[in-house]
């Protein structure tokens, strides 16, 4: 599985985006998806998951309300990640990522990784 980032940007503080993350692949539908995190010098972090038929989402207690996750399965292949309410501590790569797990907030349980996608949220 190939996975490829897209929708980061410069907001201001209170603004909304959000992240696409297109796979490749026809296993994409088996995969739980998730979204991670890195501001600079600190560690990954969890952001939100979703199971592979959708039915299930997981959120950081950060992002809770604020940021929902979402996939389609059909012809797109996507993996979303709607942003609102930003705020300036939400700047960071943003990372999507795949595992056979049913869901999983460890970085090290997912075998699949983008390349990230940067956001900025100013004040």
């Known amino acids: 599985v190939q996975l490829v980032e897209s929708g980061g940007g410069l907001v201001q503080a209170g603004g909304s985006l959000r992240l696409s993350c297109a796979a490749s692949?026809?296993?994409?539908?088996?995969?739980?998806m998730g979204w991670f995190r890195q501001a600079p010098g600190k560690e990954r972090e969890f952001v939100a998951a979703?199971?592979?038929?959708?039915?299930?989402?997981?959120y950081a207690d950060s992002v809770m309300g604020r940021f929902t996750i979402s996939r389609d399965n059909n012809a797109k292949n996507t993996v979303y990640l709607q942003m609102n309410s930003l705020k300036p501590e939400d700047t960071a790569v943003y990372y999507c990522?795949?595992?056979?797990?049913?869901?999983?907030?460890?970085?090290?349980?997912?075998?699949?990784w983008g390349q990230g996608t940067q956001v900025t949220v100013s004040s």
């Open positions: 692949g026809r296993t994409f539908s088996t995969y739980t």
């Open positions: 979703i199971s592979w038929s959708g039915g299930n989402t997981d």
């Open positions: 990522a795949a595992t056979f797990r049913q869901s999983s907030w460890l970085p090290y349980e997912y075998n699949y």
